[in-house]
């Protein structure tokens, strides 16, 4: 499986803190993505990053990708109490996502 | 733009009972995935379906599960004689194409089932 796992389970910070988030995987991929879930909702896609490239931003995201230790990892900078959320990160499988197992991200206020 | 709809929200069912979830992709979009999802777990895939075929459904228990996206209307999830485990939220994404290849997934907010 190419499940990815993401680490740690659970973070816990201040607002303004940044907050990082990482991912490893077990086979090549062509790219990884990142996606977010606030609670009792559905995910909402962040950010896609190809196995070509190794760093993306997306306005207070930043996201590198190490193909050669397959992982990942999500930066999320001066953090707010509305980003507090589970952050997945997903790998391409045959025809369909790989989701990990999620990082719970609480920031406080 | 309306986004996917999953309806209904949350389903309640007895033990032996059938179970039918819904899922509307967004317009345009052509390819369906279900995801299953345990409290505090990540998303286990399910099926992967393009209009009148199912493409990969290798994540669906044999038994009891079944799934279709017909030419017209929405996709459905179909759980026959549910049982106590299959309490969780089931998940509906759709993309324009197929997702690993640079697509990201448009996800509705679920469908949650409890089994009592």
């Known amino acids: 499986s190419q499940q990815g796992e993401e680490d740690p389970q659970a973070l816990s910070i201040q607002e303004g803190e940044n907050a990082t988030m990482n991912c490893s995987y077990k086979?090549?991929?062509?790219?990884l993505q990142w996606y977010r879930q606030n609670s009792g909702r559905g995910l909402v896609h962040l950010i896609l990053?190809?196995?070509?490239?190794r760093e993306k931003h997306s306005g207070r995201l930043r996201v590198t990708l190490d193909t050669s230790k397959k992982s990942s990892s999500l930066l999320i900078t001066a953090s707010r109490a509305a980003d507090t959320a589970s952050y997945f990160c997903?790998?391409?499988?045959?025809?369909?996502?790989?989701f990990g197992t999620g990082t719970r991200l609480q920031v406080f206020p | 733009n309306a986004g996917v709809m999953q309806n209904p929200r949350h389903l309640v069912r007895r033990r032996g009972q059938e179970a039918r979830l819904r899922c509307s992709p967004m317009?345009?979009?052509?390819?369906v995935y279900w995801y299953r999802q345990l409290p505090e777990e990540g998303l286990k895939f399910m099926v992967y379906?393009?209009?009148?075929?199912?493409?990969?459904e290798s994540g669906m228990p044999k038994e009891r599960f079944s799934a279709e996206f017909p030419k017209e209307g929405p996709s459905i999830l179909r759980i026959q004689q549910v049982v106590r485990g299959d309490s969780a939220a089931y998940f509906c994404?759709?993309?324009?194409?197929?997702?690993?290849?640079?697509?990201?997934?448009?996800f509705g907010n679920g469908t949650r089932l409890t089994v009592t």
């Open positions: 994404a759709s993309s324009p194409r197929t997702a690993p290849y640079n697509s990201p997934l448009h």
């Open positions: 086979t090549s991929i062509n790219n």
């Open positions: 990053i190809r196995s070509n490239e």
């Open positions: 997903a790998t391409d499988g045959t025809d369909k996502l790989i």
């Open positions: 317009k345009g979009h052509s390819h």
């Open positions: 379906l393009q209009k009148e075929n199912i493409i990969d």
